[in-house]
C-alpha cells in the first residue's frame, strides 16, 4: 500500500480526494471472515429509510444545527437548501470557481466577490434585508454569517426557537431566489424590501404547516414584517443602516457598506 502512487497530472481537488482515501483505507484492518455489511447509525447495524437516516443526516458531528435543519416544518428542498449552505456546497461563484467555471467572481448585487456568507449576509443587499427583519424583531444588530444567524435569532426572539426553522430559511431563500432571477433573467431588483415580501409569503405558506397557536403567532409575525411594504415606513428602517435611499443605492453600486 505504500508503493501507491498518484498520477500527478490529476486536477488538485481531485488529487487532494485521492490522498484522502488513501488515508482512510490505510487505516482499515483486514481480517479472515466473510465480509459483514453494517449500517452505522441504525440499530444493529441494519440500514432503515426514515429513522437510521435522520439520525445520519442530524448527527453532531455533521454540523452544529443540523438537528435543527432537519426538524424544521418546510420543504424538503429548502431543508437540503439549509444543509447545503451550512456546508458550504450551494453554487456561488466562489464555489463554481473551484471547479474551474471561468466567469466573474463578483456578486450579481454589488462590485464584491460572491461567496455563501457574502450573498446571503454581508452584501449591503442582503444587510438592508436583515435590518428590516432585525427592525421587527426589536433586534439592534444583524447576524454576519449563517452560523451567527442561529445564535442571532436566538438572542432576539428567544421565546419563539420554533419559529427559527422557519424565517431564516425563508430570508435565505428569498435572498437566492432574488440573486437566480437576476443572474437567469436579468431582472433588476428595484429595493430589498421587494425580497422581504417574497420571504414573508414563503413563511405565510409555511405557516399552513403549524396549528393553533403557532400558526397565529406566525401569521402576525408575518403582517407585523409586511408593515413595512407600507407607504414610507422602510426608510425608518433602512435610514440607521444607511442613511438615505440615495446612499444605500449607490453603495450597493459599489458594494460597500462603511
Same mark, same amino acid.
Request: net charge positive; charged share 25%.
Given at each position: 500500500m505504500h508503493d501507491f502512487k498518484i498520477n500527478p497530472q490529476l486536477v488538485d481537488g481531485w488529487r487532494d480526494d485521492w490522498l484522502n482515501i488513501l488515508d482512510d483505507v490505510v487505516k482499515v484492518n483486514l481480517?479472515? /471472515?466473510?465480509?459483514?455489511?453494517? !449500517?452505522? #447509525?441504525?440499530?444493529?447495524?441494519? #440500514?432503515?429509510?426514515? &429513522?437510521?437516516?435522520? @439520525?445520519?443526516?442530524?448527527? @453532531?458531528?455533521? /454540523?452544529?444545527?443540523? &438537528?435543527?435543519? !432537519? =426538524?424544521?416544518?418546510?420543504?424538503?428542498?429548502?431543508?437540503?437548501?439549509? !444543509?447545503?449552505?451550512? @456546508? @458550504?456546497a450551494i453554487l456561488t461563484k466562489d464555489n463554481m470557481i473551484k471547479r474551474k467555471w471561468l466567469g466573474e467572481p463578483t456578486c450579481y448585487f454589488c462590485s464584491l466577490d460572491e461567496t455563501i456568507s457574502h450573498l446571503l449576509f454581508q452584501c449591503s443587499t442582503a444587510k438592508a434585508v436583515w435590518a428590516i427583519t432585525a427592525h421587527c424583531l426589536g433586534a439592534q444588530d444583524i447576524p454576519t454569517n449563517f452560523d451567527h444567524c442561529w445564535l442571532w435569532a436566538? =438572542? !432576539?426572539?428567544?421565546? /419563539?426557537? =420554533? #419559529?427559527?426553522?422557519? /424565517?431564516?430559511?425563508?430570508i435565505c431563500w428569498a435572498l437566492w431566489k432574488t440573486r437566480n432571477q437576476v443572474c437567469l433573467k436579468g431582472k433588476a431588483i428595484k429595493h430589498p424590501v421587494s425580497i422581504v415580501c417574497c420571504a414573508c409569503a414563503l413563511m405565510s405558506y409555511w405557516a399552513g404547516l403549524y396549528e393553533g397557536e403557532d400558526r397565529k403567532a406566525l401569521e402576525d409575525g408575518v403582517n407585523a414584517c409586511m408593515k413595512v411594504k407600507t407607504g414610507r415606513h422602510w426608510r425608518t428602517v433602512l435610514t440607521p443602516c444607511f442613511g438615505s435611499l440615495s446612499r444605500f443605492r449607490a453603495r450597493r453600486r459599489r458594494g460597500t457598506t462603511s
Open positions: 481480517e479472515e /471472515g466473510v465480509d459483514i455489511l453494517s !449500517w452505522e #447509525f441504525g440499530p444493529k447495524g441494519r #440500514f432503515s429509510v426514515t &429513522k437510521s437516516v435522520y @439520525n445520519a443526516l442530524s448527527n @453532531n458531528e455533521c /454540523g452544529t444545527y443540523h &438537528k435543527k435543519i !432537519w =426538524k424544521s416544518r418546510v420543504p424538503a428542498k429548502i431543508e437540503i437548501f439549509l !444543509w447545503l449552505i451550512s @456546508n @458550504n436566538e =438572542k !432576539w426572539l428567544p421565546s /419563539g426557537e =420554533k #419559529f427559527h426553522v422557519l /424565517g431564516i430559511p425563508a
